[in-house]
């Protein structure tokens, strides 16, 4: 089946720095895939999503970009702040009928826990 | 508040016993997703709803687990003879678009803890 693959685990940064977070997917099915934010205690929060059809996206500070052949997409954080701290989690949308069904359930990597330092 | 909401945010239960969770979906959303997450990991799929149709089910979602979604609203998840294995946080989702894919927004999630 489905399986997305994510990298680092952690990933400590100072203020101001830049952040990049790779994941890797396995079912060249895929068609979409969203970036989530979760503080502790709290829910996942979309911050970004790309589709297939588009190789990069831009939302101030927060990049994602696409790459289709290698099969695998990446989260950037530009001059990162200490509010940024929190676990990212990548997915990727099964379109297609293979592996969990199809219809849009999401397939999550193992989250990158983000630490800013001031 | 118009994000998904869900009832009740903490849980503690006894093995053995019956827990049922609800979610509240963001207005007019067809779809509903139920994702369970345990520490250190993402969200792993349950089932979905479209409208108050059940339309996929997990292999991860035992006999022990059954959810509705009445009148394609709100969904209630219910585990009966909970399990130690069964602590974790449940998470709900829901989105609206006319045709894949679809983004999908969670509510702060049901942390169940089975002692």
């Known amino acids: 089946g489905e399986n997305v693959e994510q990298h680092p685990s952690t990933l400590s940064v100072q203020e101001g720095d830049s952040a990049v977070i790779k994941c890797t997917y396995s079912d060249s099915a895929s068609n979409y895939f969203p970036w989530y934010k979760q503080e502790l205690g709290k829910g996942p929060q979309l911050i970004i999503d790309?589709?297939?059809?588009?190789g990069e996206k831009k939302d101030q500070r927060i990049a994602v970009t696409l790459n289709k052949t290698a099969k695998h997409f990446s989260l950037h954080i530009t001059e990162t702040q200490p509010e940024d701290s929190a676990v990212y989690f990548c997915a990727a949308s099964i379109g297609s009928g293979s592996y969990g069904g199809s219809q849009g359930n999401l397939i999550f990597g193992k989250g990158t826990k983000l630490s800013v330092k001031p | 508040d118009t994000g998904v909401s869900q009832n009740p945010r903490h849980k503690i239960t006894k093995r053995g016993q019956n827990v049922t969770f609800r979610c509240d979906p963001i207005?007019?959303?067809?779809?509903l997703y139920w994702y369970r997450q345990t520490l250190g990991q993402g969200p792993e799929f349950l089932t979905y709803f479209q409208n108050e149709a059940q339309l996929e089910k997990s292999r991860l979602l035992s006999d022990r687990f059954s959810a509705e979604r009445p009148k394609g609203s709100f969904s209630t998840l219910e585990i009966q003879r909970t399990e130690q294995g069964d602590s974790a946080m449940y998470l709900c989702?829901?989105?609206?678009?006319?045709?894949?894919?679809?983004?999908?927004?969670f509510g702060p999630g049901t942390r169940l803890t089975v002692t």
């Open positions: 790309i589709r297939s059809n588009v």
């Open positions: 207005s007019e959303h067809n779809r």
């Open positions: 989702a829901s989105s609206l678009r006319s045709g894949p894919p679809y983004e999908q927004y």
